[in-house]
């Protein structure tokens, strides 16, 4: 009797351990009191599929749910300017700058980069692959009149685009206007279309033409390009940095800025610095994306 006494005491411990260690468990996983985070971001990280890829390991990890936005960095950080994003994720310093400065004590978190890539015609009528550098690839184009898609929808692509115009000559300023349009180039083959990087990339394919582009989109639609190549990379000019900005409530008194705080810590955590670097590696055999080291 005593045996079973014993037994049955030993089993009621076990149950009301595990009972313990669920309740602290749904605790740790219990949804936040603002679960939602809209994130407002660049068409590279989300069209090159690392942010699908992040999401569903960032919201298991962290209870929150990002609503994601994606487009130019001028359009998404007008997102943010209109209280329509708790999150910032661009790549474009210039304007992120200009954003901080307009006084709301937020911070720039700098936190992984890549490398934009000159792709044209594979025949590459420019020579723009033995170039030194972008600015000289740009020379290059520019001299032999070849056709050059401009994505002239003010996103840090177009920006440094521009950046890398100014350095090779052919225009005077890389600053945008009041109305956050930069300045074009008038000559009959350079396009500014006004689109995104996949459209503007399709256009180029299908006129043979040169145009600037992250590698990560450029790979991930690689299979749709089959007359353009990568005529160069990583050169001096063509570092491109990603950065995260968390709203304030001095912005915006009703931003979720406890989950894009969040989000930026888990961004920057070792969990996500690992899968940031193997993001690529399988479908396309090489690293796309790099986390700064601290």
Not at 40 to 69: H, K, M, W
Not at 132 to 156: H, P, Q
Request: glycine share 6%.
């Amino acid at each position: 009797m005593k045996k079973i006494l014993i037994i049955l005491l030993a089993f009621a411990m076990l149950f009301a351990f595990a009972a313990c260690t669920a309740d602290e468990a749904t605790e740790d996983t219990a949804a936040p009191e603002n679960p939602v985070i809209r994130l407002s971001t660049t068409t590279s990280v989300n069209d090159s599929g690392l942010l699908p890829y992040l999401q569903p390991y960032f919201e298991e990890a962290t209870g929150y749910t990002l609503e994601i936005s994606s487009a130019g960095t001028g359009a998404a950080i007008q997102a943010a300017r209109d209280g329509n994003a708790d999150c910032l994720l661009v790549h474009s310093k210039s304007q992120e700058e200009t954003y901080i400065a307009e006084g709301y004590n937020e911070e720039r978190v700098p936190f992984m980069y890549n490398y934009f890539v000159v792709v044209g015609p594979q025949e590459d009528q420019a020579t723009a692959m033995g170039a030194a550098s972008a600015a000289d690839a740009f020379a290059a184009i520019a001299n032999k009149g070849a056709t050059f898609i401009s994505r002239g929808d003010s996103s840090g692509t177009h920006s440094k685009e521009v950046s890398i115009w100014v350095l090779a000559g052919l225009l005077e300023s890389a600053d945008s206007d009041a109305n956050g349009n930069y300045p074009v180039i008038d000559a009959d083959w350079y396009q500014s279309v006004g689109q995104g990087m996949g459209a503007a990339l399709t256009m180029a394919n299908e006129q043979l033409a040169y145009t600037l582009s992250d590698k990560a989109t450029f790979l991930a639609n690689a299979t749709n390009l089959p007359d353009l190549a990568i005529l160069l990379e990583k050169a001096d000019d063509m570092l491109n940095t990603y950065s995260m900005i968390a709203v304030t409530p001095e912005r915006y008194a009703e931003t979720n800025y406890e989950g894009a705080q969040a989000f930026i810590d888990w961004m920057t955590s070792d969990e996500a610095s690992q899968l940031i670097a193997a993001y690529g590696t399988k479908e396309y055999g090489q690293q796309l994306f790099y986390v700064f080291e601290e």
